[in-house]
């Protein structure tokens, strides 16, 4: 079983990074908090958790031992898969995602893609004894042109499920400013937002 992984980025998506070590690249799917957190970085040390299924295997890599706590938290609710859990820590960060888990905010879960009523109380009941409080800031870190940004954004988007009709409508809703995103996870979150709303 893969528990770290040191090395090489060859290749990487706002959802996934491919990292070499020793001649062997491993393919990693990731949040867009630990999207944000290795942004621009050649060299990455990940804690990962090697998720198996009856018919798959995957990596799920994190920045943090903290957010595979919670990833590894998210996925033993009934009705959470990993890919679910990745997609609830792209919608928020994990110290929001341990606030709303705190402060039984059923709505932050439902907005989320696949989180239904029944498995967003799931969560609240069974988590809320098992995770403290966190900060609820999230670290974002500004990044290439608009372009990029929407073409990567949309990239991510279509990779966590959503057809390509919505996710470009819920982008182009969007409006860049001096306000506005400033990096692709940035972008990312405003259309989930949007996407949730819709």
Do not use: W
């Not at 609830?88 to 009523?117: N, W």
């Not at 372009?147 to 919505?166: K, V």
């Not at 990096?183 to 990312?188: F, R, T």
Request: glycine share 6%.
């Amino acid at each position: 079983m893969i528990a770290s992984l040191r090395g090489s980025v060859i290749k990487r998506t706002p959802t996934s990074v491919v990292v070499e070590c020793q001649g062997v690249g491993y393919e990693v799917r990731i949040s867009l908090y630990t999207a944000s957190a290795i942004e621009g970085q050649k060299e990455v040390s990940l804690t990962v958790h090697h998720h198996f299924s009856q018919d798959n295997q995957a990596l799920f890599g994190f920045t943090e031992e903290a957010e595979k706590q919670l990833f590894i938290h998210l996925i033993s609710v009934s009705g959470v898969g990993p890919n679910t859990a990745q997609l609830i820590l792209s919608y928020m960060s994990p110290q929001e995602t341990e606030v709303a888990i705190m402060s039984e905010d059923l709505l932050a879960f439902k907005k989320v893609k696949g989180v239904g009523d029944k498995t967003a109380r799931r969560i609240l009941v069974d988590l809320k004894d098992k995770i403290s409080k966190g900060s609820g800031e999230s670290h974002l870190i500004p990044m290439k042109t608009n372009n990029t940004m929407e073409e990567e954004a949309l990239s991510a988007l279509l990779a966590l499920g959503f057809p390509r009709s919505q996710a470009q409508k819920a982008l182009s809703r969007i409006n860049p400013s001096d306000e506005g995103p400033s990096s692709v996870e940035a972008l990312i979150r405003h259309a989930l937002r949007a996407l949730s709303q819709s």
